[in-house]
């Protein structure tokens, strides 16, 4: 008699809960794909700023090193400026010495002038 009008009833309610599904099913995978994009952008940015680090790192690393080399030219040129042996005892000062020691009677007077001679390069 009156079945086909609760058959009605019946079908948009399956509708309902069927069409909730999708929505909901979608909602579910758009919620995925914009926390996967949004983790995404967040690892990019995290990788840009490692990678900024990283180049001021390399760039203070080569600073120190253009200092050190430049320390050590100088350090270089400083040590090719600098006499190779010490330098020798005042000449007057080695002859006085000579005249103490004679006049102490530790050298004869010849070994005086011999040694006076070697120093003046006679």
Do not use: C, W
């Not at 794909?33 to 700023?49: D, I, L």
């Not at 090719?80 to 050298?107: E, K, Y």
Request: aromatic share 2%; proline share 4%; hydrophobic share 45%.
């Amino acid at each position: 008699m009156f079945r086909r009008p609760m058959r009605r009833m019946g079908a948009p309610l399956v509708r309902a809960a069927a069409t909730t599904a999708v929505v909901a099913g979608t909602a579910g995978a758009v919620q995925h794909h914009q926390q996967m994009k949004y983790q995404g952008q967040a690892q990019a940015q995290q990788a840009s700023s490692q990678q900024a680090q990283m180049a001021a790192e390399m760039d203070a690393m080569q600073q120190q090193q253009a200092a050190l080399a430049q320390q050590q030219a100088m350090l270089a040129q400083q040590q090719a400026q600098a006499p190779a042996a010490p330098a020798q005892p005042d000449l007057t000062t080695q002859l006085n010495q000579l005249a103490q020691l004679q006049q102490q009677g530790l050298i004869t007077a010849e070994e005086y002038a011999a040694k006076k001679k070697q120093l003046l390069g006679i």
